[in-house]
């Protein structure tokens, strides 16, 4: 599944450019203003929840259009249907926003608590098995959004339940692509140059900031991509949506000149 998702958010976005880089760019200069208006000012921990806050108003409605574009449904240009997509999903948004904020605030007030009692082994144990819990609710992060945007019901609760079953569904491919979006924000040049420091390998440091030369024009549109293609994916294997294998999937190389034309 994991190498079916990247292919199709390749194509998705290969095959309607104009509009991924107009939405990225869009989306990119809106956190460029706000880091650098916060960041002159010092206001550090304000970026990150701005960024959400921002983040979850958006992106839903971004992904309510892009979805019909992968799914080969009517619409009223990008424009009208984010519009839409905000009306509909900006206060589903921000519910979701205050869920993750409260859980992520347990979750410090957790680890504070089991670092203070790590010579209590029945603790640590528990403090381990929250970790994991912890990574498989980041994990069913990928689904939460395109499952709110796509489901019927658009209930915030269910939603959470079916993005868990999702990634139970797909665990591996779920590491893949969490593994992907992470290099797209950039998040491993900070772990290679924390584990290696100075004596880090020119090599993987160039290959780490390779996504900031994608980051104007591909990465954040790309990220939603992926998120949305692993869940339709899903969907049709469980036969919720017709199968568009052979939309986005049966392809060659020939398309990348020829795009019209699919083999």
């Not at 912890?134 to 994990?139: G, K, Q, T």
């Not at 209930?155 to 797909?170: D, E, G, H, N």
């Not at 568009?244 to 020939?254: N, R, T």
């Amino acid at each position: 599944m994991f190498g079916r998702t990247v292919t199709r958010a390749f194509w998705a976005l290969y095959d309607n450019l104009f509009k991924g880089m107009l939405t990225n760019i869009i989306l990119f200069i809106m956190y460029l203003a706000l880091v650098l208006i916060l960041w002159k000012k010092g206001l550090y921990l304000q970026i990150i929840i701005t960024g959400a806050l921002l983040w979850h108003l958006l992106v839903p409605a971004v992904m309510y259009y892009w979805q019909k574009i992968i799914r080969r449904e009517d619409h009223n240009g990008m424009f009208a249907e984010i519009f839409d997509g905000i009306k509909l999903f900006s206060l589903r948004g921000l519910a979701i926003m205050a869920i993750n904020g409260g859980v992520a605030a347990a979750v410090y007030v957790g680890m504070n608590f089991y670092r203070s009692h790590m010579a209590n082994k029945a603790l640590v144990i528990i403090g381990g098995l929250a970790i994991w819990i912890i990574i498989c609710l980041l994990l069913t992060q990928i689904y939460m959004m395109p499952i709110l945007v796509m489901d019927e019901k658009k209930r915030i609760f269910t939603s959470y339940k079916k993005s868990a079953i999702m990634f139970l569904s797909a665990p591996f491919s779920s590491v893949g692509i969490a593994a992907v979006i992470a290099f797209l924000l950039v998040l491993f040049y900070p772990l290679i140059m924390g584990f290696a420091g100075p004596h880090a390998s020119g090599v993987f440091v160039y290959i780490s900031l390779f996504p900031v030369f994608l980051l104007p024009f591909f990465s954040i549109v790309f990220i939603i991509l992926l998120q949305l293609n692993a869940a339709i994916i899903l969907f049709e294997k469980h036969n919720i949506f017709p199968d568009l294998k052979s939309v986005w999937e049966e392809k060659s190389w020939s398309n990348l000149f020829r795009p019209w034309e699919v083999k």
